[in-house]
């Protein structure tokens, strides 16, 4: 969806206010968690208006999308697409995944929905490469609450 891909632009605009530079790469997730953890942060000291937390998780959950597809999935079928209650991901018929709602868990509830971690496990799972029981899928856990 072009859309996600101009909000994941944004995202790359929009760090270039911090001196970051993304690049679409895994490692370049490092510095979107560090700036969810400042948002995080900002945000439970002073919430945050509910339309601010949705623009931030839509803009860095479409990069984090972004960085799924061009690290291997969209040549395996992946694509942004929407599911049965009109929420848009990253997945194909098999396998669906939610990146905005993601980054949406990291900036209001904290660390324990790691950015990072959701991309080794998800991309992981995607490509064969982890299963249930590694441990780093304790990121899943955190999905429910």
């Known amino acids: ?4 891909q101009e909000l994941a632009e944004q ?8 001196n970051l530079e993304l690049d679409y790469s895994a ?5 979107v968690e560090f700036l969810a953890q400042k948002v995080f942060k900002w945000h439970m000291k002073d919430p945050m208006p509910e339309e601010v ?7 860095y959950g479409a990069y984090l999308g972004e960085v799924l597809l061009r690290s291997g999935l969209k040549d395996l079928g992946f694509a942004w697409v929407e599911n049965e209650e009109g929420e848009i991901g990253v997945g194909r018929p098999d396998f669906w995944m939610a990146p905005v709602t993601k980054v949406y868990k990291r900036i209001t509830r904290g660390p324990e929905h790691s950015l990072v971690e959701f991309f080794e496990c998800m991309f992981g799972m995607a490509v064969g490469a982890v299963g249930l ?10 999905e429910a609450g």
């Open 1 to 4: 969806m072009k859309e996600m």
């Open 11 to 18: 995202a790359v605009e929009m760090m270039k206010n911090f």
């Open 27 to 31: 490692e370049s997730l490092v510095p």
């Open 53 to 59: 937390l949705l623009k931030t998780a839509n803009i």
């Open 133 to 142: 029981d590694d441990p780093r899928m304790h990121i899943l856990d955190a």
